[in-house]
């Protein structure tokens, strides 16, 4: 069967996470039912990422067999003709190799946090984390540094998380500020449940204050899901690339 390679951008905010589930609407179960009407018989779009409740990606990639050969770009078309309202879009569509795996063939997951640091409301940015107080980027990244490498990261994960190990290399961790803007930039080949916004509420503890930044360092050698900070809302993470070799 035809393998097709998709480059997905979402809002999460409809959503109960990418996986399909059998009560909530999904991301996935949405995209499955378009790729259904498509094609006429059951088609699977398996992601690279299961993205939690409420979380959004400019780069989320899939892959997806069909019954017959089309053009890719027949493919995107029909698909975000056939997805609509939904907040979903096919960016790209590429044929493939049958070899290709959206999730296991991936060497690398870019992840980015949206912060909005002012005590006014947020009118149109709904896709961030609202924090009013004054927040020291120099401070998160001081923090931050503790995290980066090969560790345990069990403190910055679900208890729910289904992993086999706790064990990840987090290759990239950085805290940039553009006025009243503050983003996380995280990178590794693959994170835990709940992982980056584990690490995003425990930094923004430190820039806060109520954290010193070795108290990071703390946290991630007590191999303990207490030991970690808040973790961060949803709605500011945004998956925003996938690596592939």
Known sequence: ????????????????????????????????????????????????????????????????????????????????ALVRPAPIAV?????????????????????????????????????????????????????AQHLLGHHDFTTFRATQCQANSPMRTLDRLVVRRDKERIEVEASARSFLHNQVRSMVGTLVEVGAGRWAPEDVATALAARARPACGPVAPAQGLILMKVDYA
Request: include cysteine; hydrophobic fraction near 40%.
């Open 1 to 80: 069967m035809p393998r097709y390679k998709l480059v997905i951008e979402y809002d999460g905010a409809p959503y109960s996470g990418w996986q399909r589930q059998t009560n909530a609407v999904t991301v996935q179960e949405t995209l499955e039912a378009a790729a259904r009407k498509f094609c006429g018989v059951p088609t699977r779009v398996m992601g690279a990422g299961r993205t939690d409740t409420g979380v959004h990606a400019m780069g989320q990639v899939a892959h997806a067999d069909f019954e017959k050969e089309w053009p890719a770009a027949t493919v995107r078309n029909a698909l975000n």
């Open 91 to 143: 960016l790209e569509s590429e044929r493939v190799d049958e070899t290709f795996d959206a999730r296991h063939s991936a060497t690398g997951r870019h992840y980015r946090y949206a912060i909005i640091n002012r005590r006014a409301p947020l009118a149109l940015e709904k896709q961030a984390w609202q924090i009013a107080a004054p927040i020291d980027v120099a401070l998160m990244n001081e923090g």
